[in-house]
């Protein structure tokens, strides 16, 4: 596979599961980013991580857990989610972190909590 | 005011006509910025950076203004295939990406 992948595609979940958002890139990049997209709003970033190491969490409530084991990889523990979590949630890579990287997506989990 | 901001549209245009939209933003230490298209319910695609001189790629063609906080993106000849959501991002420093919530363009036959 090639660019940047994500599973599931759809996910629906009750406000007491837990859940796991999958990310992998093959583009051979060090920088990996979550992002949520609500409908009629802008992408809001929430977690950047680079090298493995988070750099950034965008004041993110903690039933969110972000999770980098290595450069490819990333994934987005979700527990005790509420209903205006739904949203459709993007992975995106780029070569390293900072201003001028130019970041690649995949094609999102769109998430509905019941 | 919010960090990022564009007109929402909906732009309607024929087939080979030109197109601008402006994107504004807050922040006058931003660092980089981009221009994504994202078609429906997919993701966003990267279209082109924006460099300080502008720069064109094709039928499109950004823009940098610094002075007056604004980034612009033409697009030339307009195809039906140009029919889009047009994105405009922008870098406020660090990993501190910011979206516009997109501006919406169709091609009319």
């Known amino acids: 596979e090639t660019g940047v992948t994500q ?10 599961n837990k859940k796991s958002l999958k990310c992998e890139q093959h583009l051979g990049h060090n920088a990996m980013y979550w992002y949520k997209q609500s409908a009629k709003k802008p992408l809001e970033l929430m977690f950047v991580y680079n090298f493995k190491e988070q ?5 993110v409530p903690s039933r969110f857990s972000p999770e980098c084991p290595n450069s490819s990889h990333l994934f987005l523990h979700l527990h005790t989610l509420q209903p205006e979590d739904s949203a459709l949630y993007l992975c995106a890579s ?4 900072g201003a001028y990287n130019e970041q690649f997506f995949g094609p999102g989990t769109r998430l509905t909590v019941l | 005011r ?3 901001e564009q007109d929402p549209g909906p732009f309607n245009v024929p087939e080979g006509a030109t197109v601008a939209f402006n994107c504004t933003y807050s922040n006058s230490a931003s660092q980089s910025f981009f221009w994504y298209r994202q078609d429906c319910r997919k993701e966003p695609k990267l279209l082109m950076s924006v460099y300080s001189s502008g720069n064109e790629d094709g039928r499109f063609t950004a823009q940098l203004n610094r002075a007056s906080q604004y980034i612009s993106l033409l697009i030339r000849d307009s195809k039906l295939s140009d029919s889009a959501t047009y994105l405009c991002v922008v870098n406020m420093g660090g990993n501190q990406f910011y979206f516009g919530t997109g501006t919406s363009l169709t091609v009319i036959p």
Not at chain 1, 7 to 16: A, D, W
Not at chain 1, 55 to 59: A, D, L
Not at chain 1, 94 to 97: D, K, L, R, V
């Open chain 1, 7 to 16: 599973t599931p595609r759809h996910l629906v979940m009750g406000m007491t």
């Open chain 1, 55 to 59: 750099t950034e969490n965008n004041s």
């Open chain 1, 94 to 97: 780029s070569q390293h972190a």
């Open chain 2, 2 to 4: 919010k960090e990022v």
